[in-house]
């Protein structure tokens, strides 16, 4: 991949070189490093390690608070019935179905803003800056939007039909495709932010190079798989990573938009734990299954990391 | 690209892009210009027929009298919308500047130099980032309960920075990797480590540290998960918290997208701003 | 009118079982009311209509001398709250519905109403099937907020019109009910009924209860909590007539994913004829500022024949965490003052509910003055209504066989998720039924009972 010169940097590093280089004792690369890491990493492991504890103690006791609170400790108990809930299953699949199909998506879109921007002229550059507005919205502002958008009730689809003279209803959330419309809001609100730094590679990408596709006759969908993607690999690979993540931990959108309906039929994993930890109080089971979903983000970021990461860094 | 005039295929998918865009928000930010009876009536209005601002003075804690004489009373939620906006605004200011503070030399590390342990403390960083709020919810809750931390903004800027600080230092590794090797030159002329670091290192990575702090301003202004249940019913509200009461129990979609247009501001801003940095943003 | 006035308010008064004698006791001191601690009384509810309570508050504040910090609880409100119960929180006074009261009761966590020093004289103040309802061993578990029936089945006449039906072809019972959708949808009304079938806690699984309770059954003995449901009853009748319904398509699936919020919305948007809903919301239906494309339209069936929808209430129940004796004694007064009489000795709070948005109260003065069927009377399309809603009202039925135990919720979410499967996995009635009954069993086991 080619690192590019960045003008930027010559000013300061001139202005530096004039300044009075100061002269102090060294420390080693090791030591240096341990200067700055070692007090964020305690910060995220108190903070993250005590409820990752707490979850684990949880996950190996039953708990009750009616009729006088008492933890019972039950082994792997609440890891097997976790395994044998058919709904764990259910929601496990999903959440899979969401994640494929919002990270697909998000890549996807992101890469078609990025195309259609990167060719605008000064004048209208100034569009960017609208695309990117979705990114600011939050997850939980989106399910509102989708929420009105989709619905029969009040959204476009029956807008649309009856400014064309049909009567009745047309509804996007349905019980057939309601996870695939919640995965284009999750991507409607995702892509903008792939496609700036997708446009940030591509106006970075040498002209010449272009016009050595030209010299070489190159078929336009020669040009983008040769020229445009290349040099975008890095990007959409920790993207891909990025949304994978965020796309299994989501909660809050799903919670504004559907409330895992129309009913069960988008309760993905992240719901299904709500509502058994948080509105049932089932801890210990919950905590349990939250595992399950730990792993699963842990082994899919992993895998990706495996097949495609390591190769990107390699370059 | 040097085509002197625009292909139809390039017009149309500007248009197609920019629908994709609005058109969502629009169907919600519409409402807060509209009457309840305009917001149900079905099939749905397409555009507010006679526009009015009622609902923008409502949750501001205002009553409104429109031109007929009806009166749109003042939003009992005006304080908490108020108050949210003010620590929303705190929270996200101070949850962007620890985070920057801490992760830039942290990503510099990380994006620079080799020493020992790297690969690990890297994936100690990153498995923050894998934690989803639904399993760590009840146990941040306990804890924060024995600590005094529920309904405080100290305890939710904690929180949100476990949220911040991975997201930044993944993407800040990826563009220092990307600078040219500048330290050598730095280190031959015997500067110390740190100078290269502030005077050299950051002033070139100027463009991609802002938008990674933007970026961490928009994680923290739009977290909702551990706000609903720490902070919520508190002084210490955020604005999302205090908006979703408009949501639940009694309909108020006009009061409802008011402040979903409010929440918008801020971020709205701040993208315009991404955007005139976006030819320097180069991570990859 | 003044004459069918008194009958009407004897008759329903000696349905609810109330004696004719007005509540006793002597209106309170002002003294006696008023804050003395210093210290400050956590006061949570969820989002209705807060501007009516911040002013019921600062009046207190500042005529009382109080030191009370309202604030609402957004989002998944019981479940929020049983986290702060939990962790003893701040928090002193909050509204509960009375399943959720009931689990607080059970989780240790509420301080009943009984134990207040006027405590015998608020339980005398209410009708005796509501203060029983909200009793667990004999102690009231809090004060009066609101009594509603939901899932009161509204009527949207101009649709009723449409099709061709008068007020005299409506139906009284759920059977006559489902044969009147049918025909109304042969009769070119696409959606004429918007079911109780939404995704809150109290949606979908409420709808279920109250049909069963309303076709004479019971879910559970009232008494022991043993599951009573049977297919060949009125739980197997109501799950065939769902699956009918559900089959014939012309209920739009986008229910089973609204929020309160959508499904109100979308009976004022006037393309439903009838709907079960919160009674009090007859007001905003028939409210031109707020519903102007059904204002004036709104009716309801009738309970003649038999009730609908159930009771829905919520008290202000008082959390026990440590206090002060001082600061006690302020939640007391506070409470007292808010959910009972003022210093003036009247029923501020509850009067004001009444008013402004038809919330009924437990208490029998409350709801017998002229000033209720005044302000009643205002919110109906016709004046004949106001009988009608008065019956609905007092021939709802309470679910204490699943609500006043310490199960209830979770048994309220198993059942919710179960409905819907029911529907779109369409899985048999009977087999519904018996997973029902299997689940109580399982949780009465559980807790013992």
Excluded at chain 1, 277 to 283: G, I, R
Excluded at chain 2, 172 to 187: D, S
Excluded at chain 3, 433 to 448: F, S, T, V
Aim: proline content about 5%.
């Amino acid at each position: 991949m080619p690192s590019l010169p960045q003008t930027a940097g010559a000013d300061p590093a001139a202005a530096a070189a004039a300044a009075r280089p100061p002269r102090r004792k060294e420390l080693s690369n090791l030591q240096f490093a341990l200067v700055v890491t070692v007090p964020v990493l305690l910060f995220l492991l108190v903070v993250v390690a005590y409820p990752l504890g707490y979850a684990l103690y949880l996950s190996f006791h039953e708990i009750r608070f009616f009729g006088g609170y008492s933890a019972e400790f039950v082994g792997l108990a609440n890891y097997k019935a976790a395994l044998a809930d058919p709904k764990f299953w259910r929601s496990l699949g999903l959440s899979l179905r969401f994640t494929v199909e919002t990270v697909v998506l998000t890549i996807g879109i992101g890469l078609a803003l990025a195309l259609v921007l990167r060719d605008l002229k000064p004048r209208w550059r100034w569009l960017r800056a609208m695309i990117i507005l979705p990114w600011a919205v939050s997850p939980y502002g989106a399910g509102i939007f989708f929420a009105y958008f989709g619905r029969g009730q009040t959204g476009i689809g029956t807008a649309l039909i009856s400014a064309f003279g049909f009567d009745g209803t047309l509804n996007l959330i349905t019980q057939a495709a309601v996870i695939e419309y919640l995965a284009l809001g999750a991507a409607w609100n995702m892509a903008p932010l792939v496609a700036f730094f997708l446009l940030a590679n591509m106006l970075t990408t040498p002209k010449r190079l272009y016009d050595l596709a030209k010299i070489d006759r190159m078929r336009s969908y020669e040009t983008f798989w040769h020229v445009t993607l290349p040099p975008l690999r890095f990007t959409l690979f920790v993207f891909t990573c990025i949304s994978t993540v965020l796309a299994l931990k989501t909660f809050d959108y799903i919670f504004t938009e559907t409330q895992g309906g129309p009913g069960n039929s988008s309760t993905v994993l992240t719901y299904l734990l709500y509502q058994i930890s948080f509105v049932n109080l089932d801890l210990g089971y919950g905590a349990a299954m939250s595992f399950f979903l730990l792993a699963l983000i842990l082994g899919t970021t992993g895998l990706i990391y495996a097949l495609w990461g390591r190769r990107e860094e390699r370059k | 690209m040097s085509r002197s005039r625009y292909p139809v295929w390039l017009i149309l998918a500007v248009a197609v892009a920019l629908l994709w865009t609005f058109l969502p928000m629009y169907w919600v930010v519409k409402y807060a210009f509209m009457t309840k009876s305009e917001i149900a009536r079905f099939p749905p209005e397409l555009y507010p027929h006679a526009p009015q601002l009622a609902a923008f003075y409502n949750i501001f804690g205002f009553d409104y009298t429109a031109a007929d004489g009806t009166v749109f009373p003042a939003s009992g939620q005006a304080n908490q919308i108020m108050l949210g906006l003010r620590n929303s605004l705190l929270v996200s200011a101070i949850v962007t500047i620890v985070t920057m503070v801490v992760v830039l030399p942290l990503a510099y590390v990380f994006a620079r130099m080799d020493f020992p342990f790297k690969g690990k403390m890297l994936a100690a960083v990153l498995l923050s980032v894998s934690l989803p709020p639904v399993s760590t919810l009840i146990p941040f809750y306990t804890l924060y309960v024995q600590l005094g931390l529920v309904g405080t903004l100290g305890g939710l800027v904690i929180i949100t920075l476990t949220i911040t600080i991975p997201i930044v230092a993944w993407l800040l590794i990826g563009f220092f990797k990307n600078l040219p090797p500048i330290e050598a030159m730095g280190r031959i002329d015997g500067f110390s480590r740190l100078y290269i670091f502030v005077r050299i290192i950051v002033p070139m990575a100027k463009s991609g540290i802002l938008v990674a702090g933007v970026i961490g301003f928009l994680f923290s202004w739009n977290e909702y998960v551990y706000a609903q249940v720490l902070v919520t019913g508190s002084d210490a509200v955020t604005l999302p918290a205090a908006m979703s009461g408009f949501l639940f129990q009694v309909p108020e979609p006009a009061q409802l997208a008011a402040s979903l247009f409010l929440s918008l501001l801020p971020p709205f801003f701040i993208a315009f701003f991404l955007q005139k940095h976006v030819a320097e943003m180069n991570f990859a | 009118m003044t004459g069918i006035k008194t009958t009407r308010r004897q008759a329903v008064a000696m349905l609810l079982g109330a004696t004719a004698l007005a509540a006793g006791g002597l209106p309170a001191r002002a003294e006696d009311l008023a804050a003395s601690s210093g210290e400050t009384v956590y006061f949570r509810g969820w989002q209705f209509r807060t501007d009516v309570v911040q002013g019921n508050v600062d009046r207190y504040n500042s005529e009382m001398g109080g030191n009370v910090d309202y604030a609402t609880v957004t989002g998944d409100y019981p479940s929020i709250m049983e986290k702060t119960l939990i962790a003893k929180g701040d928090l002193d006074v909050l509204y509960a519905n009375p399943s959720s009261a009931v689990r607080y009761m059970g989780g240790g966590w509420v301080k009943p109403a009984s134990e207040l020093p006027n405590g015998q004289e608020i339980a005398d103040a209410m009708y005796p099937n509501i203060r029983e309802a909200w009793s667990v061993d004999g102690k009231l578990l809090g004060l009066s907020y609101f009594v509603t029936t939901r899932g009161a089945m509204l009527v949207n006449m101009k649709a009723v019109e449409k099709a061709g039906m008068t007020a005299a072809d409506l139906p009284t019972t759920w059977d006559e009910f489902y044969d009147a959708v049918y025909k109304m949808h042969e009769a070119g009304i696409e959606n004429p009924f918007l079911p109780h079938w939404f995704a809150e806690y109290f949606g979908v699984s409420w709808g279920f209860v109250f049909e069963v309770m309303n076709r004479g059954g019971q879910v559970a003995d009232p008494e022991t909590h043993a599951p009573v449901l049977t297919a060949d009853g009125p739980a197997g009748d109501t799950l065939r007539a769902w699956k009918k319904l559900w089959k014939s398509g012309i209920i739009p699936e986008e229910v089973l994913s609204y929020n309160e919020a959508g499904y109100i919305d979308a009976f004022r948007s006037g393309r439903y004829a009838f709907s079960p809903q919160q009674l009090y919301d007859i007001k905003t239906f028939n409210d031109p500022a707020q519903s102007a494309d059904i204002a004036g339209s709104v009716t309801l069936l009738s309970a003649e024949k038999q009730s609908w929808g159930l009771i829905d209430s919520a008290l202000y129940v008082m959390t026990n965490r440590k206090r002060s004796a001082a600061l006690e004694s302020d939640v007391e007064k506070f409470v007292s003052w808010y959910g009972y009489k003022d210093q003036d000795g009247t029923f501020a709070v509850a009067n004001r509910w009444l008013e402004e948005n038809m919330l009924f109260s437990a208490y029998k003065p409350v709801m017998e003055s002229d000033a209720a069927r005044d302000s009643v009377s205002k919110s109906l399309m016709k004046p004949e209504d106001y009988d009608t809603v008065l019956d609905v009202y007092a021939s709802a039925p309470y679910p204490k066989s699943i609500w006043n135990v310490v199960w209830s919720e979770e048994f309220n979410f198993w059942l919710r998720d179960k409905l819907f499967e029911f529907l779109q996995n369409d899985l048999a009635p009977e087999d519904v039924i018996d997973a029902a009954n299997a689940e109580m069993e399982r949780l009465n086991k559980r807790y013992n009972i």
